[in-house]
């Protein structure tokens, strides 16, 4: 019988790193239905869960796939699933309920190109938007985009932190590229791994209302079973979860689960750099496509143009911050991402107009190549 | 002997959310009879009311876990039965009923009632049935008669029901009945059976919606609690092929399966749990 | 038709008489308990309640035995008896048929 957590170092893909990594951040339980790229999540934390105290089940669909992890959450239990693109499509609903009733949870997307079945063993990063907006009704997410098997292990943890510390579902964006891609992991000891569970329902249990936001605007958790008598619902409700149909109602309640992530952004958002301090042109990239524009910054330096990347690690939210800070002094921005456009026009509303944005997309199946990344940098400035 | 409405209490009332009492339930609705039904079970049947969970969906029948004083999950149209599945295994500890409509568990939820049937997860689930969709104000749904005025079916609807305990009963489920509210202490004693059941109990109520069914079909409630009680039939171990609803030739109550089965989750101790682990849990 | 037969022993046996509550307010006058009371006990009052319905009264005090079925078949948790330990009679056949 393995550990929880595989102390040492591995050569393994990124699907199977990201099982690894859920499960060194506690998680417990994974609701899953079969879709390639993300498959091999499953069939790996399949074999794992039930062995370290855990319970895998695959569903009917990805709909129940992902209620049924909302379930286990509210049941105390960190839980995950994991699909791609059509699978979100079906998930999102139940998406839009964790988010309403502040529940943590990991969504796992390994996307591939779409629209519909599209290309289902070939990678894209078609979904950005799909993730921020995909639910019904305005809400704020969190989604991060790993850019390699040893970060998709970190990042899973982290994605279990900020699940848990903010009460929301979080997206590990990632592509078939990296789930697909076989690497050298290291996984720590399990005392090195740093995790965080949601904040503990306490006090007087008539008194409780499971909806009273802490100090850093997220609300103590009760669990099913613990005592509370709580109602959770993805009506509008007030603080003692009880439906509230009112305007002001909706207000207050979209305050809290919009403002918690708002306020909190400097805690929230990650980012990485190379070679930015003295850039001219940013490239601004995520996931595989990150990794093209490495190799373009590198090269673009040789020939004596100061590129240098801004790697997004959160996606969302987006750090509309720090690229109006870069708007101010730098020529331009490249976009680069397996798509026709998505987080580049994040890129362009945040700069504000200050700097002109460029895309280098494609529309998924491949990744973007290098010299497609250099020849844009040479020709747009 | 004086009635009276000031400082009583109803024997319920500690286990609803009083404060949000009067429910929604229209004048004529046996939603809350089943509701009612269910925490007299729920008291009587002496399992962990502090580990009891209640479940519902989307629709009337579906607000029922807003009125109850447990913990308590208002969920997604049709997700009740998944969203159970997780609390379920996620801690076996729990005893989840799920209490929901028709329209939800059946239409748009159908897919997940067989699958929660056939694993067998540990799990009541009270279907209120009342024939079309309440809440939206009576469109037909996958339970109204062949013929039914409803709003979707001006002239009629064109399609047949569900007969929900064959579907049960071929899905896997470990208990079966159906009851109206009407006869309101066998379904009581049925919930409690359900309940107490290991396994995948399922119980249907018939019950009346005088306001969007009945306005259109001219049945008031006292009409269709009429039809309950002179259209029905009690035929325990009825086989379930034989329960079509047409109160024309009657209809058939009753509980219909009671079988003990390898539970979802005893299946997966056995199957995927190490051996050594189980032993384990055995001895602390 | 009234089918059933009387027990050899129910001149001894104590029925129990109930005392019917009524909480007015929650009541919205289904008249399901007027409808199904076995001893006709109820009856739908003249007054409105705060939310405009005709709540049930208790027409034949004394004639309650106590047998809850208004308490259960009530959708709005609106009525219940209790027993009457101050009074108890002896059993009489029920003059209607109830499921």
Not at chain 1, 116 to 136: E, I, V, Y
Not at chain 2, 133 to 158: D, H
Request: a negative charge.
């Amino acid at each position: 019988m393995k550990p929880a957590v595989l102390t040492g170092a591995h050569f393994m893909t990124g699907d199977v790193a990201c099982a690894e990594g859920a499960l060194a951040a506690g998680c417990r339980f994974f609701g899953g239905y079969p879709i390639t790229p993300a498959t091999e999540i499953a069939e790996h934390i399949s074999g794992r869960l039930p062995q370290v105290g855990g319970t895998f089940i695959q569903m009917e669909d990805e709909i129940a796939a992902m209620a049924s992890i909302v379930g286990a959450s509210c049941a105390g239990v960190k839980s995950m699933t994991a699909t791609s693109g059509p699978g979100l499509s079906l998930m999102l609903e139940n998406i839009g309920l964790a988010v309403c009733t502040e529940t943590p949870c990991v969504v796992v997307n390994v996307q591939r190109a779409g629209p519909s079945t599209g290309l289902p063993t070939l990678g894209a990063q078609g979904d950005m938007m799909q993730a921020r907006w995909g639910s019904h009704g305005h809400y704020e997410i969190i989604a991060l985009a790993p850019a390699s098997p040893q970060e998709i292990f970190y990042q899973t943890i982290e994605a279990f932190n900020l699940s848990e510390t903010y009460r929301v579902p979080v997206l590990i964006m990632t592509d078939e590229m990296i789930g697909h891609l076989s690497e050298r992991v290291v996984i720590p000891e399990a005392k090195a791994i740093h995790t965080v569970s949601r904040p503990k329902a306490r006090g007087r249990k008539d008194r409780f209302k499971p909806f009273a936001p802490g100090p850093n605007g997220v609300a103590p958790m009760a669990i099913a079973g613990e005592g509370y008598h709580i109602h959770v619902t993805g009506l509008t409700h007030d603080e003692r979860g009880y439906p509230d149909m009112t305007v002001e109602g909706q207000e207050v309640m979209m305050s809290r689960i919009v403002g918690k992530i708002r306020n909190n952004l400097k805690d929230i958002i990650r980012t990485d750099s190379y070679l930015l301090d003295d850039a001219e042109i940013v490239i601004v990239s995520y996931g595989v496509s990150s990794r093209t524009s490495l190799a373009a910054v590198d090269e673009a330096r040789a020939q004596g143009i100061k590129a240098g990347l801004f790697r997004l690690i959160t996606v969302w939210p987006f750090p509309e911050e720090e690229i109006r800070k870069l708007a101010a002094r730098v020529k331009g921005f490249v976009t680069v991402e397996l798509n026709l456009g998505q987080i580049h026009l994040e890129v362009e509303r945040s700069a504000g107009g200050l700097a002109p944005c460029v895309l280098v997309g494609h529309a998924g199946g491949t990744i973007i190549t290098p010299d497609r990344v250099l020849k844009t940098l040479k020709e747009a400035f | 002997m004086t009635p009276t409405n000031k400082s009583i209490n109803h024997p319920l009332d500690d286990l609803l959310r009083t404060d949000r009492i009067p429910h929604i339930w229209c004048p004529g609705c046996g939603i809350g009879t089943a509701f009612a039904a269910c925490l007299t079970a729920m008291k009587a049947s002496g399992i962990d009311l502090e580990k009891t969970v209640m479940v519902s969906g989307i629709g009337c029948s579906g607000r029922g876990a807003g009125y109850v004083m447990l913990d308590s999950y208002h969920t997604t149209h049709g997700r009740a039965i998944p969203f159970a599945t997780g609390l379920k295994l996620a801690n076996p500890e729990l005893n989840v009923v799920v209490f929901s409509g028709d329209g939800d568990l059946f239409a748009i939820g159908g897919n997940h009632f067989i699958h929660g049937a056939r694993r067998n997860v540990d799990i009541t689930v009270v279907c209120v049935n009342n024939l079309n969709y309440g809440m939206t104000g009576g469109q037909v749904a996958a339970t109204t008669p062949l013929g039914a005025k409803t709003t979707t079916t001006p002239v009629g609807n064109p399609d047949g029901p569900f007969n929900l305990p064959l579907m049960a009963y071929a899905a896997g489920a470990s208990y079966v009945s159906r009851w109206t509210i009407l006869h309101t202490r066998d379904m009581t004693e049925s919930i409690k059976d359900a309940l107490l059941n290991r396994g995948f109990a399922f119980v249907e109520v018939l019950s009346p919606c005088p306001v969007n069914f009945g306005r259109r079909n001219k049945e008031k409630a006292l009409d269709s609690l009429r039809l309950y009680q002179e259209k029905t039939i009690i035929k325990n171990d009825a086989h379930p092929s034989e329960l079509d609803i047409d109160f024309e030739r009657g209809v058939t109550l009753g509980k219909f399966v009671d079988i003990e089965r390898p539970t979802c989750i005893d299946r997966y101790d056995a199957t995927c749990r190490p051996p050594e682990m189980l032993e384990e849990e055995k001895a602390a | 038709m009234v089918l059933w037969r009387v027990p050899l022993d129910s001149e001894e046996i104590q029925t129990t008489i109930g005392i019917v509550h009524i909480l007015e307010d929650r009541c919205k006058g289904c008249g399901f308990c007027i409808e199904f009371c076995p001893r006709q006990v109820l009856q739908f009052s003249k007054r409105f309640n705060t939310k405009g319905y005709h709540p049930p009264s208790v027409v034949k005090p004394g004639e309650c035995v106590n047998c809850h079925y208004c308490e259960i078949i009530c959708p709005e948790f609106a009525i219940y008896s209790v027993e009457d330990l101050t009074q108890s009679g002896h059993a009489a056949g029920p003059e209607t048929e109830v499921s």
